[in-house]
């Protein structure tokens, strides 16, 4: 069974830095698209990067751009969130997501990890 599996969450505190990493087991998603979302207590699901499969195209929503970076290694069947200057509002559970292309449409994603927790303290 093909699942993605999320690291290197954890509690920090404010202005630090974390970096998420994504791999799959059971297949290569070497051609796919992936991204990463977040899901805080009490409220929706929501979009925070995707990277192509070339790694040419990246997205962000304000909320992190500038301070959040997707990246793969392909050789590595691995993908990256780089995390710099956190804040509390980004404590959340972090999910990475495979799809067929860049989106931030959480349903066009089919594959999805069980997450990884990250607490911000302030």
């Known amino acids: 069974q093909v699942q993605l599996v999320e690291s290197g969450g954890g509690l920090v505190q404010a202005g630090d830095s974390l970096r998420l990493s994504c791999a799959p087991s059971?297949?290569?998603?070497?051609?796919?698209?992936m991204g990463w979302f977040r899901q805080a207590p009490g409220k929706e699901r929501e979009f925070v990067a995707a990277i192509s499969w070339s790694g040419e195209i990246t997205d962000y929503p304000n909320s992190v751009k500038g301070r959040f970076t997707i990246s793969r290694d392909n050789a590595k069947n691995t993908v990256y969130l780089q995390m710099n200057s956190l804040k509390p509002e980004d404590t959340a559970v972090y999910y990475c997501a495979a799809g067929m292309a860049v989106t931030r449409n959480v349903g066009s994603y089919g594959y999805w990890g069980l997450g990884t927790q990250v607490t911000v303290s302030s």
């Open positions: 059971g297949r290569t998603f070497s051609s796919a698209a």
